[in-house]
């Protein structure tokens, strides 16, 4: 079992910058590769950013390419999303989950593939 709580959330305007971090404990976070996804009401919950658990290379999708970036602390049993340049199409909560896959450089994409999430912080960013 794995615990996820997201901080860092807040209102901000266009163009700013927020930090997200999710942190984790329970099993091992290190065989976890670990993703941001966001929801806006009405709408369905899309993957932002995913990190395989020992790092490299990871994905983003289309619209925050060069804006955001995810990264993780295994030490620290930490995940984070920074947010740049942000926009307000980017309002959403920001959900951190978790999934168990110990392949070298392996993340999922589907929302249904992640065994555990975290309970969201919302972004709102103004125009």
């Known amino acids: 079992q794995v615990q996820l709580v997201e901080s860092g959330g807040g209102l901000v305007q266009a163009g700013g910058s927020l930090r997200l971090s999710c942190a984790a404990s329970g099993r091992s976070f290190s065989t976890y590769s670990m993703a941001w996804f966001r929801r806006v009401p009405g709408k369905e919950r899309e993957i932002v950013a995913a990190?395989?658990?020992?790092?490299?290379?990871?994905y983003y999708t289309d619209s925050v390419k060069g804006r955001f970036t995810i990264s993780r602390n295994n030490a620290k049993n930490t995940v984070y999303l920074q947010l740049n340049s942000l926009r307000p199409e980017d309002t959403a909560v920001y959900y951190c989950?978790?999934?168990?896959?110990?392949?070298?450089?392996?993340?999922?994409?589907?929302?249904?593939?992640?065994?555990?999430w975290g309970q969201g912080t919302q972004v709102t960013v103004s125009s």
């Open positions: 989950a978790a999934d168990y896959c110990i392949e070298y450089g392996c993340y999922v994409l589907g929302d249904h593939e992640y065994d555990f």
């Open positions: 990190i395989s658990w020992s790092g490299g290379v990871p």
